[in-house]
């Protein structure tokens, strides 16, 4: 069964950064695009940016310049590099793979951003 553990997420000031780190196990993981997802409350799940195995990157426009994807495969672990954060990007944020069949949600890493 795979599992997916998100960490890393906190409160932080408008313009400041955090690093969110999600370690798969279970899986190939190298073999998946991986994404970030997040949640705000009262919205639905969004995917913000994703990263393919052989390391090419999707960003949406609202995070584009300011978030950045990687990923270890050798540690089954993908981060998210958030900076110039905003209020806007406070959400739970998830990874999971892109595909038409999610693997079981992890606990999500709650990120808030005060103006």
């Known amino acids: 069964q795979v599992q997916l553990v998100e960490s890393g997420g906190g409160l932080v000031q408008a313009g400041g950064s955090l690093r969110l780190s999600c370690a798969a196990s279970?899986?190939?993981?190298?073999?998946?695009?991986m994404g970030w997802y997040r949640q705000a409350p009262g919205k639905q799940r969004e995917l913000v940016t994703d990263?393919?195995?052989?390391?090419?990157?999707n960003y949406a426009d609202s995070v584009k310049g300011r978030f950045t994807i990687s990923r270890d495969n050798a540690k089954n672990t993908v981060y998210l590099q958030m900076n110039m954060l905003k209020p806007e990007d406070t959400a739970v944020y998830y990874c999971?793979?892109?595909?038409?069949?999610?693997?079981?949600w992890g606990q999500g890493t709650q990120v808030t951003v005060s103006s």
């Open positions: 990263i393919t195995s052989g390391g090419s990157t």
């Open positions: 999971n793979r892109v595909s038409n069949y999610f693997y079981s």
């Open positions: 279970g899986t190939i993981f190298s073999i998946n695009r």
